[in-house]
Nanobody, 123 residues
Framework: QLQLVESGGGLVQPGGSLRLSCAAS????????IGWFRQAPGKEREEISC????????TYADSVKGRFTISRDNANNTVYLQMNSLKPEDTAVYYC????????????????WGQGTQVTVSS
């Protein structure tokens, strides 16, 4: 069974950092583009960052540019989202998604989705 599992969420103070992980089981990620998305209560899902299968192309939402970094470790079948300088408005459930095509991830229509991990930024 093909699954994506996010981890690394939690409670952090404003200005703090977290690193989210997206691990795959049942398939290898090295041929998939990966995206990170988030959804806060009462808000629409927001695309945060995407990376193509080779890691050579990345995208970031303006809201996180300069603070978040997406990376991938294909040898360990994991994609990461390093989040620095966190703000209360970053509070949301964060999801990773995978698709064979980069445009599938960027368009938010990825084939595989994880269950999400909660990130709460609060003092």
């Amino acid at each position: 069974q093909l699954q994506l599992v996010e981890s690394g969420g939690g409670l952090v103070q404003p200005g703090g950092s977290l690193r989210l992980s997206c691990a795959a089981s049942g398939f290898t990620l090295d041929s998939y583009a990966i995206g990170w998305f988030r959804q806060a209560p009462g808000k629409e899902r927001e695309e945060i960052s995407c990376i193509n299968s080779s890691g050579g192309t990345t995208t970031y939402a303006d809201s996180v540019k300069g603070r978040f970094t997406i990376s991938r470790d294909n040898a360990n079948n994991t994609v990461y989202l390093q989040m620095n300088s966190l703000k209360p408005e970053d509070t949301a459930v964060y999801y990773c998604a995978a698709d064979e095509f980069f445009w599938g991830v960027v368009g938010g229509t990825a084939r595989y989705w994880g269950q999400g991990t909660q990130v709460t930024v609060s003092s």
